[in-house]
């Protein structure tokens, strides 16, 4: 069974303690992995896109890398507005409708 | 970038009744929606994926009548909650996918349904 596995599932960081969250996935043939931020009541906003094992994207303190078998959110620096649900989804093969399966999320808390 | 506007942000309604709510993709047309679900402090549940000119799709163990689903346009799909009951009460969200090859969802700002 495709599975996508996100951990840890809550972490605790102090200002500019740099760190990194693991999405896992038992998927063959991937069609895109995805990462989303959400903040509480809201939807996830959509970060990146990684398609191929090698590829890694940044935005500000952000950066995604996309293995054979895992993606990593590499936060440099945090600062207490970074702290939200970070998502992580897959795109599975052979999907006509496209839907994405999502990880159970890390719950990231930055303290000042 | 790509705008998906969902209303309402939140409804109370009284058990029985049924609750409307919308999801529009603002700046681009979408010919696929989904719906999903989220509880407290866990991740979105696929509920169905709807098609614009066709019936939606639901996922294993959504009941279709009760979650009465329309994608009557390629920018407006809804989401009808049916016979509300307590346990109905969670948070829903919509996305909308862009006419592009592997683009990603572009989701809405969730609902907050709460039956009293």
């Known amino acids: 069974e495709d599975q996508v596995t996100q951990s840890p599932e809550a972490l605790r960081l102090q200002e500019g303690e740099s760190s990194s969250l693991n999405c896992s996935y038992t998927?063959?043939?991937?069609?895109?992995l995805f990462w989303y931020r959400q903040d509480p009541g809201k939807g996830p906003e959509f970060l990146f896109t990684l398609y191929s094992a090698g590829e890694e994207k940044e935005k500000e303190r952000l950066k995604a890398t996309l293995t054979k078998k895992e993606s990593f959110l590499h936060i440099t620096a945090p600062k207490p507005e970074d702290s939200a649900t970070y998502l992580c989804?897959?795109?599975?093969?052979?999907?006509?409708?496209?839907?994405?399966?999502f990880g159970g999320g890390t719950r990231l808390m930055v303290k000042p | 970038g790509a705008v998906v506007s969902q209303h309402p942000s939140w409804v109370i309604c009284k058990s029985g009744t049924s609750v409307k709510i919308e999801c529009r993709s603002l700046d681009f047309q979408a010919t696929t929606m989904f719906w999903y679900r989220q509880f407290p402090k866990q991740s979105l549940m696929l509920m169905a994926t709807s098609n614009e000119g066709s019936k939606a799709t639901y996922e294993q163990g959504v009941e279709k009548d009760k979650f009465l689903i329309n994608h009557a346009s390629l920018t407006l799909s809804t989401l009808t909650v049916t016979s509300a009951h307590p346990e109905d009460s969670s948070f829903y969200i919509c996305?909308?996918?862009?006419?592009?090859?592997?683009?990603?969802?572009?989701f809405g700002n969730g609902t907050r349904l709460t039956v009293t």
């Open positions: 998927v063959s043939g991937l069609r895109g």
């Open positions: 989804a897959v795109r599975l093969p052979n999907n006509a409708g496209n839907m994405l399966t």
């Open positions: 996305s909308a996918l862009r006419l592009l090859y592997n683009s990603p969802l572009h």
